[in-house]
């Protein structure tokens, strides 16, 4: 990032049921996180969403 790299794909942590994470910075995740403990049955959905919206990051 310091040499102007650009982070894609960050993910909120708004819905998402965990108890620890090293991912999150300002209420985000720095890409998708799938909750396989708590939240698997959302897996899916999600990465349908995230794939779709990095893809439109990259446009």
Do not use: T
């Amino acid at each position: 990032m310091k040499k102007g790299g650009r982070l894609v794909g960050r993910w909120s942590v708004d819905g998402c049921e965990f108890d620890e994470s090293i991912a999150p910075e300002n209420d985000e995740f720095l890409g998708l996180a799938l909750v396989y403990d708590n939240q698997d049955s959302l897996s899916e959905e999600r990465i349908n969403l995230w794939v779709n919206m990095i893809h439109s990051e990259f446009k």
